[in-house]
């Protein structure tokens, strides 16, 4: 059913992971490029000379291979809007409805009026309470009540996501974030990885509180 959500995060997923992979590799190239001048500076062999001027071209090489790859350039072309992180949450549940219908879950939305905009990519604020919602229903596949909560203190913006559903058995707990971790068959185990990713990008917090067979809370902290 979430195929096309889970293709999305993994792109977005192995993206990030390029991204900072190319950046340290080009770092490195950086370093041995310096020491490599300093080795051939009083260097008077014309063969090691020449040598050195070929790696020094090679290197320069790699670092344009870097620098130009299309993953390498994606994550920075990053759209700003204002965004109404309650606009985007009755977007997500409108698009759930058929799921929230079929598994019998009821709905409790207790959204402040008048918001303030948050500025950010819509669609990377979209996957973070996409990700968490799509868990939440997930974990109540036989019913519950998913509770939304959204309102503003200190000039930041609180999301409270919580549902009557499995619960995080305490001992994965310190794992949920990690990539790849999933209970789920099918799972792709990045939903979470993302959204804590994109919420530390924006200098915000994320919190969890759970008991088995009682259910589970996520709080999404997001400075205005
Ligand atoms: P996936 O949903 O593909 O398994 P996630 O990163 O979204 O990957 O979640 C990782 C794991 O965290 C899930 O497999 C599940 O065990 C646990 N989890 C996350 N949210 C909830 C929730 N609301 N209730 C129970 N377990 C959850
Ligand atoms: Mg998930």
């Known amino acids: 059913i979430f195929k096309s959500e889970d293709i999305a995060q993994t792109q977005l997923y192995y993206q990030q992971m390029f991204s900072s992979l190319a950046h340290e590799v080009k770092n490195i190239l950086t370093t041995i490029r310096g020491f490599i001048q300093l080795l051939g500076k009083d260097e008077k062999n014309p063969v090691k000379i020449g040598y050195s001027n070929f790696i020094l071209k090679e290197l320069d090489r790699a670092h344009e291979t870097l620098k130009n790859s299309i993953f390498y350039t994606a994550p920075k072309e ?26 019998n879950i009821n709905l409790n939305l207790q959204i402040t009026n008048d918001l303030p905009s948050i500025t950010g990519d819509k669609t990377q604020f979209r996957q973070v ?42 001992n994965i707990k310190n794992k949920i974030f990690q990539p790849f971790f999933t209970t789920k068959y099918g799972g792709t185990g990045l939903g979470l990885s993302v959204v804590k990713q994109i919420v530390e990008q924006y200098k915000g917090q994320i919190f969890v509180k759970s008991h088995k067979n009682k259910g589970t809370s996520f709080t999404i902290i997001l400075p205005i």
């Open 78 to 103: 990053q759209r700003v809007n204002l965004c109404k992180i309650d606009d985007i949450i009755f977007e997500i549940i409108s698009n759930l409805n058929d799921l929230i219908i079929r598994y």
């Open 129 to 170: 309470f996409l990700n968490i919602i799509q868990n939440a229903i997930e974990a109540m596949t036989n019913g519950g009540t998913l509770t939304i909560k959204c309102y503003v203190n200190n000039q930041q913006i609180y999301t409270i996501i919580e549902d009557t559903g499995s619960g995080i058995p305490t």
